[in-house]
């Protein structure tokens, strides 16, 4: 009995220790994700372009066209065209395009797709919306008008679960075309 014990304990062991190594490696898969997101908004902005970035909450959104009115709050609906995108720390391309309800988006990235539906996309921005927390809380405070991309590490995305042509854990950029909104 003497015996099993100490193997039972030894087991424990071995498995908290593999366990704390894959969530070390997440996070480095993670930190490694925000470093290249911070590299890239740092060389939209260095390119002599008047650019406005939020952060927030993991979120990041770069303003590529300012909107007007009020800004969306927690609540709010929300009316907009989508482009999402695999982020690999550079500008978007048609590559890894994974969604999109932008016709000439899909149309440019060569998608043939019968039966599209390319229709405006409304929600309303609370926590039953089906969005992925980056996007969730990169769309916070657009305005109508406001074109934007909203990145984001896979922390905030799909975590560990592949989704379609997205591999798991993957971080995302999405170009965002705000149409209106209301916080009513």
Same mark, same amino acid.
């Given at each position: 009995?003497?015996?099993?014990?100490?193997?039972?304990?030894?087991?424990?062991?071995?498995?908290?220790?593999?366990?704390?190594?894959?969530?070390?490696?997440?996070?480095?898969?993670?930190?490694?994700?925000?470093?290249?997101? =911070?590299?890239? #908004? &740092?060389? @939209?902005?260095? $390119?002599?372009? +008047?650019?406005? *970035?939020?952060?927030?909450?993991?979120?990041?959104?770069?303003?590529?066209?300012?909107?007007?009115?009020?800004?969306?709050?927690?609540?709010?609906?929300?009316?907009?065209?989508?482009?999402?995108?695999?982020?690999?720390?550079?500008?978007?391309?048609?590559?890894?395009?994974?969604?999109?309800?932008?016709?000439?988006?899909?149309?440019?990235?060569?998608?043939?797709?019968?039966?599209? =539906?390319?229709? #405006? &996309?409304? @929600?309303?921005? $609370?926590?039953? +919306?089906?969005? *992925?927390?980056?996007?969730?809380?990169?769309?916070?405070?657009?305005?109508?008008?406001?074109?934007?991309?909203?990145?984001?590490?896979?922390?905030?995305?799909?975590?560990?679960?592949?989704?379609?042509?997205?591999?798991?854990?993957?971080?995302?950029?999405?170009?965002?075309?705000?149409?209106?909104?209301?916080?009513?």
């Amino acid at each position: 009995m003497k015996v099993f014990n100490t193997c039972a304990k030894m087991l424990a062991a071995a498995l908290l220790i593999l366990t704390s190594c894959k969530a070390q490696s997440l996070e480095t898969t993670y930190s490694s994700q925000e470093d290249r997101i =911070d590299s890239f #908004i &740092e060389s @939209l902005v260095s $390119d002599g372009t +008047a650019l406005r *970035v939020v952060h927030n909450a993991g979120s990041n959104r770069i303003v590529l066209q300012e909107g007007s009115g009020d800004e969306l709050a927690a609540g709010g609906q929300v009316s907009f065209y989508y482009a999402g995108y695999t982020f690999s720390g550079s500008t978007p391309s048609s590559g890894s395009l994974f969604a999109t309800n932008r016709e000439e988006v899909a149309v440019e990235s060569g998608w043939e797709i019968s039966g599209a =539906d390319y229709q #405006i &996309e409304t @929600l309303t921005l $609370d926590d039953g +919306a089906h969005l *992925v927390e980056g996007l969730r809380k990169g769309l916070e405070g657009v305005r109508g008008g406001e074109i934007c991309y909203i990145v984001f590490s896979g922390k905030y995305g799909f975590g560990d679960l592949n989704i379609g042509s997205i591999d798991k854990n993957s971080a995302l950029i999405y170009q965002i075309w705000v149409e209106s909104l209301t916080n009513d």
